[in-house]
């Protein structure tokens, strides 16, 4: 018999993630993958080739660069979810699951794509930037506008709030643990400086993290590369083992088969978001010539969170050979697998990249919330009574017990999930006629492709802002 409320979250979690989304996200991403020839493979160099010239390119004051959106999309990507997410997902499903997660990764970033590209296509001007993304889709793309708000204040929800409680709490856990700071202590820090930030809106948002993005996410690699080095004739044995363990015969008949495909999955896609719907209110304030470039750009953020980052986790704590038996949990295990590798400065340096990569994410978080928010309100009092609100949230996350805070998140995630998906699934033709429309100009010998409105004649009343 269920006792508490947390008990209800858990087994709405268990039937949403066991009977619908896994089987959704995996259809979506292998619909979009084939029908789009498998864009996020063959356009690999284009991805780095814009993600270079986006960050060359100088836009004005009210615009963000494609640059900028890549780093506040991958900000709220590269989080927790890289280091207690997979942490959580190997002490629950075992070495499986990172192939799980690798898997969604790899066709996920054609759904990324496609997201991307729509919210781009049904994007606003804004007063500071462009706006745009799920809702805006939804609303003018299937004219559902009930539906559009659900899933506005869904997002408001699961990223401003529970998401970002998720973030703080990981932080506040990691500096209790390295420092013995009390996390009342974190809870107040991390609170003022969420605030400092996010009360200088989506500019401020860009700036900083198109700073915070490189430099962590370069010195967490290079960090991964001296560990793998030092194990590199064990690294085809761990590849196989990993596969072994997705696939295994006591896998099956020890029942945990569905564990470990749970866990990669929900776990990769609380971290990489490809097809969750988050990620598009990012993508679509960039000032691009083209639909596609962003969506391309997005794709190339999914391969950067999960097979490049999550990955370097997976491996470090896989070869620190700690027990998986949930004696470690989350972000202790992580910490504890690079303390065994590197000494006691492993501790102190993982502390430091939680704080960056969680910080980051709660911004990139709330970016997202900003855009929707706006789409159901504009009086002028709901911004700074929101923001507030999330920084209540970040208190609250930084001394809340962990189990619940994941659980919440889970179901959060899950039911903007399967909107998206829904939405994707009923527009994506169109983000596929936009992908067309650049290759054939690329084709043609045009290296920047450029969209106009009438490209798209049965929806160019619908394309406002490419007018």
Request: net charge positive; hydrophobic share 50%; glycine share 10%.
């Amino acid at each position: 018999m269920l006792k508490t409320w947390s008990d209800w979250i858990i087994t709405a979690n268990d039937l949403l993630w066991s009977y619908l989304l896994i089987g959704l996200l995996i259809a979506v991403g292998s619909y979009f993958t084939a029908r789009s020839r498998f864009v996020q493979f063959r356009y690999l160099g284009e991805m780095f080739r814009l993600l270079k010239q986006g960050a060359h390119l100088h836009t004005g004051k009210n615009t963000v660069s494609s640059f900028q959106a890549f780093c506040i999309a991958t900000a709220s990507r590269v989080g927790t979810g890289n280091l207690a997410g997979v942490a959580t997902a190997l002490s629950l499903g075992g070495p499986g699951a990172v192939f799980w997660m690798w898997l969604l990764a790899l066709i996920g970033s054609a759904s990324a794509f496609v997201e991307s590209t729509l919210a781009q296509l049904y994007k606003e001007k804004g007063e500071r930037s462009f706006i745009g993304g799920p809702a805006f889709y939804i609303e003018r793309g299937l004219k559902k506008h009930r539906l559009a708000m659900l899933f506005a204040f869904i997002i408001l929800v699961t990223f401003g709030l529970v998401f970002n409680s998720v973030q703080a709490n990981t932080i506040a856990i990691a500096f209790h643990e390295t420092y013995g700071i009390n996390r009342l202590g974190s809870a107040l820090v991390l609170t003022f400086l969420t605030l400092l930030t996010i009360f200088g809106g989506i500019h401020r948002i860009a700036k900083l993290s198109g700073i915070l993005v490189p430099v962590m996410a370069i010195a967490y690699i290079l960090l991964a590369l001296f560990i793998l080095f030092s194990h590199v004739t064990a690294i085809p044995q761990l590849i196989g083992h990993i596969f072994a363990n997705a696939f295994g015969i006591e896998q099956f008949t020890g029942g945990s088969f569905g564990i470990t495909v749970m866990q990669g999955i929900r776990r990769g896609l609380f971290s990489n978001e490809a097809g969750m719907g988050s990620a598009p209110n990012a993508a679509a304030t960039a000032s691009v010539s083209h639909p596609v470039k962003q969506g391309l750009i997005q794709a190339l953020s999914v391969f950067t969170d999960t097979i490049v980052i999550c990955s370097c986790t997976a491996f470090i704590i896989l070869f620190s050979e700690l027990p998986l038996d949930g004696t470690l949990k989350g972000i202790q295990l992580t910490q504890a697998a690079i303390s065994r590798e590197i000494g006691p400065f492993g501790a102190q340096f993982i502390t430091c990249c939680i704080l960056l990569f969680a910080f980051s994410s709660i911004i990139g978080n709330y970016s997202y919330c900003e855009t929707n928010l706006l789409f159901l309100t504009r009086h002028p009092v709901s911004l700074p009574l929101y923001r507030t609100a999330v920084g209540a949230m970040i208190f609250l996350g930084s001394i809340a017990a962990l189990d619940v805070v994941w659980n919440l998140a889970d179901l959060c995630m899950g039911i903007m999930t399967a909107i998206n998906l829904f939405a994707m699934s009923m527009l994506g033709h169109l983000a596929l006629k936009a992908l067309h429309n650049y290759s054939r100009q690329k084709r043609h010998g045009r290296k920047d492709p450029i969209f106009k409105a009438g490209d798209m004649p049965e929806i160019t009343d619908q394309l406002s802002a490419w007018k």
